[in-house]
């Protein structure tokens, strides 16, 4: 039983069911929250959970996380690919800042006009 | 020499502001000639591969080849123009900063040629979008700006998600060999990273029916800045998105479908111009127009139509920057952008530069915009595609008569305000209007370049 449950497909399946559920947990949010806030948090889970399914895909069972260290000198077969993760690491970095300046942007918003709600924003849009 | 000093350079002044604060202008000044020169100096030397580190497969890549080239100097002329232009502004040093970030990220955008970092870079080139549009730190320009990074944020969901599923299929992060082994995956497959790919673009590209967002944003962000987000931003995000998909040799199906996207978004864009009371707004809806049609023509695959296509680019950008800038200094002056604030001022200067800009892109002769749509229609007339040829011929009418309404509401009203264009501000209009009449009374070098340029855009980013 255990072993059918340490397979790469099985897990690579899990991955996918699992990051699917948070990428449509964070599309709901974005699609029915009307606070500021949680647009962007939610915004923030669905980027999550894309990491969480390229991270995920490229795990193989019996294969060590591609760091270079205490005595393995190079890449090799023993290794997962490394670079998704440099790349979600990249990924990762720029969601931190995109997340820091859209709440900043939200913060001062919200000190000028006392409005966080997305339905009131309505400074913008055809002259009557 | 290496390509790198293209992005290296303008981001390396912003860092380095503290140094210089009170002179950011003239050093960002200082940065376009230099890079200017660059362009000059690897004109000789087209086309160029640059690789950084590792093996082909993984390296990275910057490519500098004839359509390249062109979206470079491009764009390093309307930064150096756009530098030039507010050098009396003492007080602005913060738009210097994101500006130069800015420049920065569109040249990288140009010239990736791996998709990773084509995402880098689409992502720099959005943070400091947004940061211009907040740039008034107004609640208008906040809201602005909260809009523009969600449909922003959801852009790069899906180009990431794209650019996800090609690496899982193909484990390829260069174009030219995603390029190669694109019609290797799963048909389903490539219809969803092309679907990915559109979601993500399309957005960026304001096109159909993705741009909801974009007169909005024009309205929130300052004037001035509105003309880079027209002349430089849309181009560089619709210059990378056909890059890819002409290395990807995607199937006429899917480039059909983008022609007609491209059209009915040019008639939807005039449509909405029609009815808009605010300048601001309509020269919004109008890019978004023009950009209908360099999707329209990008996407035919027909050398005439894409070397049109690239003319057209040039005029768009030299002509918006003309009507963004003019409509900055009646703002100034009227404190408004609606139309009735428009109709109010005098000056006959503006207004010359108003119609030359409107005429130019209309496509009236002797304005460059004629030779733009001309080579355009020629090419589609060659094609056999006339109905698409009736359609843009028709759509222009709509056009003219929103541009000839704003001349005439100028005309006729009682004028409350006289303008008083400043010396510098005039030499720069009026070079303008001039490299707008010159390119249409002697077009042939550039249509020349173009084609060349249109070859290798439609040839795609061939394996190296």
């Excluded at chain 2, 003239?26 to 660059?38: E, K, Q, T």
Aim: charged residues 10%; positive net charge; proline residues 2%.
């Amino acid at each position: 039983m255990l072993e059918t449950l340490n397979q790469t497909t099985f897990l690579h399946t899990v991955v996918a069911i699992g990051s699917f559920t948070i990428f449509t947990i964070g599309l709901v949010g974005v699609l029915s929250k009307k606070n500021l806030f949680k647009i962007f948090l939610s915004l923030s889970i669905v980027e999550s959970s894309l990491f969480l399914f390229f991270i995920g895909s490229h795990f193989e069972v019996g294969k060590a996380a591609p760091i270079v260290a205490d005595g393995i000198k190079l890449f090799d077969g023993h290794m997962v690919d490394p670079v998704p993760q440099a790349m979600i690491l990249t990924t990762i970095v720029i969601g931190v800042a995109v997340l820091a300046l859209s709440l900043t942007f939200v913060v001062n918003y919200y000190r000028l006009s006392g409005n966080i709600d997305i339905d009131k924003m309505d400074e913008l849009g055809e002259v009557q | 020499m290496s390509l790198v000093y293209f992005i290296a350079i303008p981001i390396l002044a912003s860092f380095l502001t503290p140094f210089y604060k009170n002179y950011l202008r003239f050093v960002s000044v200082l940065v376009n000639i230099l890079l200017a020169g660059f362009a000059a100096f690897f004109y000789s030397r087209l086309p160029l591969n640059e690789f950084i580190s590792l093996d082909s497969p993984l390296s990275i890549i910057f490519i500098l080849d004839y359509v390249s080239f062109f979206f470079v100097s491009l764009f390093i002329g309307v930064m150096l123009f756009f530098s030039l232009y507010s050098i009396k502004e003492k007080n602005n040093t913060a738009v210097f900063v994101v500006t130069n970030i800015f420049t920065s990220g569109a040249l990288g955008l140009i010239l990736s040629a791996d998709i990773f970092n084509i995402y880098i870079f689409f992502e720099i080139a959005s943070i400091s979008a947004y940061i211009l549009t907040g740039l008034n730190r107004d609640k208008v320009a906040y809201s602005g700006a909260i809009k523009y990074m969600i449909v922003g944020a959801v852009a790069s969901i899906f180009l990431l998600l794209g650019i996800m599923l090609m690496y899982l299929n193909l484990g390829y992060l260069t174009l030219s060999s995603i390029g190669a082994g694109f019609h290797t995956m799963d048909k389903g497959i490539q219809y969803l990273v092309l679907l990915s790919l559109f979601i993500g673009f399309g957005i960026k590209t304001e096109i159909l029916p993705l741009n909801f967002w974009v007169a909005d944003i024009y309205q929130a962000t300052p004037t001035k800045i509105a003309a880079l987000f027209s002349a430089v931003l849309s181009k560089a995000y619709l210059f990378v998105f056909f890059h890819i998909l002409y290395t990807l040799k995607v199937d006429a199906p899917a480039l059909l479908f983008l022609t007609a996207i491209g059209l009915l978004s040019f008639a939807v864009a005039e449509l909405s111009a029609l009815r808009s009371k605010d300048v601001k707004r309509i020269f919004a809806y109008s890019t978004l127009g023009q950009l209908g049609v360099l999707f329209l023509a990008l996407s035919s695959a027909n050398v005439v139509v894409v070397s049109g296509a690239l003319f057209l680019i040039l005029v768009h950008s030299i002509s918006k920057l003309m009507l963004f800038f003019s409509l900055d200094l009646v703002e100034k002056k009227m404190h408004s952008t609606r139309v009735e604030a428009f109709a109010g001022f005098r000056s006959a200067f503006l207004f010359t530069i108003f119609a030359i800009g409107f005429l130019s892109l209309l496509g009236i002769p002797p304005f460059a915009g004629f030779i733009a749509k001309l080579t355009i229609l020629k090419g589609f007339a060659s094609m056999g595609a006339y109905g698409i040829v009736g359609a843009i011929l028709a759509i222009s009418l709509v056009e003219a008569t929103y541009f000839f309404r704003l001349l005439s509401a100028n005309q006729r009203s009682k004028k409350t305000a006289e303008i008083k264009v400043p010396l510098l501000q005039k030499i720069m209009l009026s070079l303008l209007a001039l490299a707008i009449l010159y390119l249409g009374l002697f077009p042939q070098g550039l249509l020349d370049f173009c084609t060349d340029a249109a070859q290798t855009l439609i040839q795609g980013v061939i394996h190296v």
